[in-house]
């Protein structure tokens, strides 16, 4: 499952498909394989379609990178950007090979630069990020949070862009 619960189209597609496949086990004997045939492949068809409509929508939340990434596109300036807690290859593929791979402070010290800076700060590094942007004065705006699956490690993340507004 993605996103813990099935889409609410999925669920009459699948109760219909369950219903045809019942009903093609318990008439198989009454009106012969034919027919039996014919309502297993209905059901099959709509247990597709119940599949595909609970799963499309969450395929999102599996490609955090490219939601960051979009983003960053959206900025109107010429993005710099570091990650902390998310070292996720296909980030630095799609925000592009300048962007720093660091932990909670060093996003920070990346973001106290000013500019057209983003830091995609995961969860588990936001205290530390909060504590060294308090330390060093640093004023910045938060942007998008993205909740998401990291697939090359198999488990959720939680990230939330910063944006530098100006250093002090």
């Not at 499309?56 to 939340?61: F, H, K, Q």
């Amino acid at each position: 499952m993605l996103g813990q619960r099935l889409g609410v189209l999925a669920w009459p597609f699948a109760a219909g498909a369950v219903i045809f496949a019942l009903g093609a086990w318990w008439l198989f004997e009454v009106d012969g394989a034919e027919h039996a045939l014919l309502r297993a492949a209905a059901a099959a068809v709509l247990i597709s379609v119940a599949v595909f409509a609970a799963t499309v929508p969450r395929l999102p939340s599996l490609f955090p990178s490219a939601a960051i990434a979009r983003y960053l596109r959206g900025a109107g300036c010429a993005p710099v950007s570091a990650a902390a807690g998310y070292h996720e290859p296909s980030l630095v593929f799609l925000a592009g090979t300048a962007t720093v791979l660091t932990d909670g402070p060093g996003a920070a010290d990346f973001l106290y630069s000013g500019g057209c800076r983003f830091a995609a700060v995961e969860r588990s590094q936001e205290r530390a990020f909060v504590q060294r942007a308090e330390a060093l004065g640093l004023r910045y705006a938060r942007g998008l949070r993205i909740e998401g699956v990291n697939i090359g490690v198999g488990r959720k993340v939680s990230i939330a862009v910063f944006r530098a507004e100006r250093a002090p």
